[in-house]
């Protein structure tokens, strides 16, 4: 089983920046894939960002990559979501995502946990 819980979001004026931060519990933590999603008013939830067990490899949907970096630290359990140049169509409820795999794309489909999500809102 993993836990996780997200923090970092808040509203930010369009070209900031942000840093989310995703806490995991679970002694494996170092055995998954994890990543970000993000959920916009009216819309379905959409894949982000997602990064192997090593941090080595990374995995970004278009409209992020580029300007959003995804890092891992595992000896504190975490993941960090560097969002820059924001743009108001990044406005979402962004949720952290975690899959026992090793393939770091394997995330975009197969999500096994995850977190309550925290709202990102950028205003134009």
């Known amino acids: 089983q993993v836990q996780l819980v997200e923090s970092g979001g808040g509203l930010v004026q369009a070209g900031g920046s942000l840093r989310l931060s995703c806490a995991a519990s679970?002694?494996?933590?170092?055995?998954?894939?994890m990543g970000w999603f993000r959920q916009a008013p009216g819309k379905e939830r959409e894949f982000v960002a997602a990064?192997?067990?090593?941090?080595?490899?990374?995995y970004y949907a278009a409209s992020v990559k580029g300007r959003f970096t995804l890092s891992r630290d595992n000896a504190k359990n975490a993941v960090y979501l560097q969002m820059n140049a924001l743009k108001p169509e990044d406005t979402a409820v962004y949720y952290c995502?975690?899959?026992?795999?090793?393939?770091?794309?394997?995330?975009?489909?197969?999500?096994?946990?995850w977190g309550q999500g925290t709202q990102v809102t950028v205003s134009s």
């Open positions: 995502a975690a899959v026992q795999a090793v393939v770091a794309a394997t995330l975009k489909n197969t999500a096994e946990y």
């Open positions: 679970g002694r494996t933590f170092s055995s998954y894939v």
């Open positions: 990064i192997n067990w090593s941090g080595g490899s990374t």
